[in-house]
T-cell receptor, first 114, second 111 residues
Framework: ETGVTQSPTHLIKTRGQQVTLRCSSQ?????VSWYQQALGQGPQFIFQ???????GRGNFPPRFSGLQFPNYSSELNVNALELDDSALYLCASSLSGEYGEKLFFGSGTQLSVL | QKEVEQNSGPLSVPEGAIASLNCTYS??????FFWYRQYSGKSPELIMS????GDKEDGRFTAQLNKASQYVSLLIRDSQPSDSATYLC???????????FGRGTSLIVHP
């Protein structure tokens, strides 16, 4: 059973640029969630995809967008990068169960915006 | 707005002691609760889940839930230096697939 993998692990961009982050979900999982974690803060929910459809969205502007592919892998795209977008971006896969969503996180992508 | 509150710490305990981590949540509709451990520079890892009032034990970890008080706690017995990490509490409402995370409590276990 393969775990959740994310790429790249680190990324440096300048303000105004665009970035794409990638995530492969754990084998057998059909749901992918993306979180942003600033230093010293808890993960903040960006959005979730279930079977290629957006299944919920947090309080993030439209320049944060995503995709889920038929193999359940996913992309997070951020346009017009701002300095405050510097954070650890976490992808988590899950398989919905009766008693809630146990998330399995990837190792994250550390994004620095200069 | 659904909120999960945790004291950011750090909580410092000696090796072998019991570490007690606390969390409160604002949404009375929350039904599922999770504790994640996050080592510095790493991603969160699920260590406990609890859904019913009372205690749930798993090895050295005990999760406690009191829905009337909207309170969740995690006890770590016989704390080890390797337990030093940030512990994230998360709450999820019934019918929602999206947990809300607290900011985490930093735990330091010193030899």
């Amino acid at each position: 059973e393969t775990g959740v993998t994310q790429s790249p692990t680190h990324l440096i961009k300048t303000r105004g640029q665009q970035v794409t982050l990638r995530c492969s979900s754990q084998s057998g999982h059909n749901t992918v969630s993306w979180y942003q974690q600033a230093l010293g803060q808890g993960p903040q929910f960006i959005f979730q995809y279930y079977r290629e459809e957006e299944n919920g969205r947090g309080n993030f502007p439209p320049r944060f967008s995503g995709l889920q592919f038929p193999n359940y892998s996913s992309e997070l795209n951020v346009n017009a990068l701002e300095l405050d977008d510097s954070a650890l971006y976490l992808c988590a896969s899950s398989l919905s169960g009766e008693y809630g969503e146990k998330l399995f996180f990837g190792s994250g992508t550390q994004l620095s915006v200069l | 707005q659904k909120e999960v509150e945790q004291n950011s710490g750090p909580l410092s305990v000696p090796e072998g002691a019991i570490a007690s981590l606390n969390c409160t949540y604002s949404d009375r509709g929350s039904q599922s609760f999770f504790w994640y451990r996050q080592y510095s520079g790493k991603s969160p890892e699920l260590i406990m889940s609890i859904y019913s009032n009372g205690d749930k034990e798993d090895g050295r970890f005990t999760a406690q839930l009191n829905k009337a008080s909207q309170y969740v706690s995690l006890l770590i017995r016989d704390s080890q230096p390797s337990d030093s990490a940030t512990y994230l509490c998360a709450a999820q409402s019934g019918g929602s697939y999206i947990p809300t995370f607290g900011r985490g409590t930093s735990l330091i276990v010193h030899p």
